[in-house]
């Protein structure tokens, strides 16, 4: 398949299926943490090409629940707005791709787009952790648990301020990325 995975510098998606032998490419503003195929740009300079199948990670600052207090600032200033709008713009741009999903955390989407179809844990993917994750499917099953482990630390919400914590905190888990390149891989 050829796989478009958006808005990821991390490389953890498009590796998974590269490694499953698909042709994957990730895309992101920033340049790729690990090497392969990789546009740093805009996604929607390549969201027309024929994929068969597209992740999208849009930035969930200005939609997470986790940031709620911020909510009156963000819509103030439009930065809520401008999320909103990039996240709707990446579910009509891809109404091509056969298979599509989109990945955020627990977020203002699920009011003023759809419930998400799915919300997984990396727990349920041999990651000892809770980050509940929601899941917008089109043309997709719901990922079947891959690995459920003991323990349910909450790492990501504990991690101490500092400049890169919105980037240790959006990298998807591995398992997770494992799961999706083996079950939607496999279709």
Not at 20 to 40: I, K
């Amino acid at each position: 398949m050829k796989v478009l995975v958006g808005c990821e510098f991390s490389g953890v998606v498009r590796d998974a299926f590269i490694a499953q032998g698909h042709d994957a490419m990730s895309c992101d503003l920033m340049p790729t943490e690990s090497p392969g195929p990789h546009y740093q740009g805009d996604v929607f300079d390549v969201i027309d090409y024929p994929w068969d199948l597209a992740i999208f990670h849009p930035e969930c600052t200005h939609l997470s629940v986790s940031g709620a207090r911020h909510f009156a600032d963000k819509r103030m200033d439009g930065r809520q707005q401008a999320a909103v709008s990039f996240f709707m713009k990446l579910v009509r741009l891809s109404s091509h791709i056969p298979m599509t999903a989109i990945e955020n955390p627990v977020c203002i989407m699920s009011t003023l787009y759809r419930k998400p179809d799915q919300v997984v844990q990396p727990w349920q993917h041999g990651h000892g952790e809770t980050k509940a994750t929601c899941l917008w499917l089109k043309g997709l099953p719901m990922l079947n648990p891959s690995n459920i482990v003991e323990g349910r630390d909450n790492r990501i919400h504990r991690m101490p301020p500092s400049p890169d914590r919105w980037k240790a905190r959006s990298v998807t888990y591995q398992g997770i990325a494992n799961a999706m390149a083996t079950q939607w891989g496999a279709l």
